[in-house]
């Protein structure tokens, strides 16, 4: 298993401005995963953030709105950035490890954005 | 390209059947079921891969067409316990390693 422990878990922003939201885990992954869930919605993936080398973004998601950072196995960043009403959302960061079965999948608490 | 759920929304009673279905269009190595109490992260329930392999953990078990790239979520005797919104996360051939969630399913287990 894993243990995520992401932060802030709830910010309330204004319109312009950036926020960038921490992912911590207690051990190390290869991959960390960044996900978006808009109230009552499903999860979309916004990119997948690899040590080393420069995130994977999904159709729809881009660098420069979501710059993330990947400094070592155990942390990543993801900043929302010049922020805008539509970015009200939930942002979970997730990874996934070794399981009896195949690979499991965690998530963090979540950072709850408000954005006015 | 995101997985179906159907339904999208199930009440039932205490000790009530369920089924949830996920439907891909795309090839898929596995599915992941999670399910989701208001507020919390998603929590893992359970992993199939390609080879239609039924799982299942107390009163909840899953199966996985390969061929026709179906999973469905069996709740059995559900409990209160199990409200919340289920969801299916799909891993496919072609783009392994990361998920793409289902719209998920809201479930409701009334006393």
């Known amino acids: 298993s894993a243990v995520i422990s992401q932060k802030p878990s709830r910010d309330i922003c204004q319109r312009g401005t950036s926020l960038t939201i921490q992912c911590q885990v207690d051990?190390?992954?290869?991959?960390m995963f960044w996900y978006r869930q808009q109230p009552g919605q499903s999860l979309t993936l916004i990119a997948t953030?690899?040590?080393?080398?420069?995130?994977?973004?999904e159709s729809g998601f881009v660098i420069d709105k979501f710059p993330i950072s990947r400094p070592n196995l155990t942390f990543s960043t993801l900043t929302v950035s010049n922020m805008s009403p539509e970015d009200s959302s939930i942002y979970l960061c997730?990874?996934?490890?070794?399981?009896?079965?195949?690979?499991?999948?965690?998530f963090g608490q979540g950072t709850r954005l408000t954005v006015v | 390209q995101q997985p179906v759920q159907s339904p999208q929304a199930v009440i039932l009673r205490e000790g009530e059947d369920a089924v949830i279905n996920c439907s891909s269009s795309?090839?898929?190595?596995?599915v992941h079921w999670y399910r989701q109490k208001h507020g919390e992260a998603p929590v893992f329930l359970m992993i199939?891969?390609?080879?239609?392999e039924q799982k299942g953990h107390e009163k909840i078990s899953a199966s996985f067409n390969e061929k026709k790239q179906q999973s469905s979520l069996y709740l059995t005797a559900s409990q209160l316990s199990y409200s919340g919104t289920y969801f299916c996360?799909?891993?496919?051939?072609?783009?392994?390693?990361?998920?793409?969630f289902g719209s998920g399913t809201r479930l409701l287990v009334r006393p």
């Open positions: 953030a690899n040590q080393g080398s420069e995130a994977t973004y």
């Open positions: 051990s190390q992954v290869t991959m």
């Open positions: 199939l891969l390609k080879g239609g």
């Open positions: 795309k090839a898929l190595y596995s």
């Open positions: 997730s990874v996934e490890v070794p399981g009896r079965a195949n690979t499991e999948a965690f």
């Open positions: 996360g799909t891993e496919r051939v072609d783009s392994s390693y990361k998920l793409i």
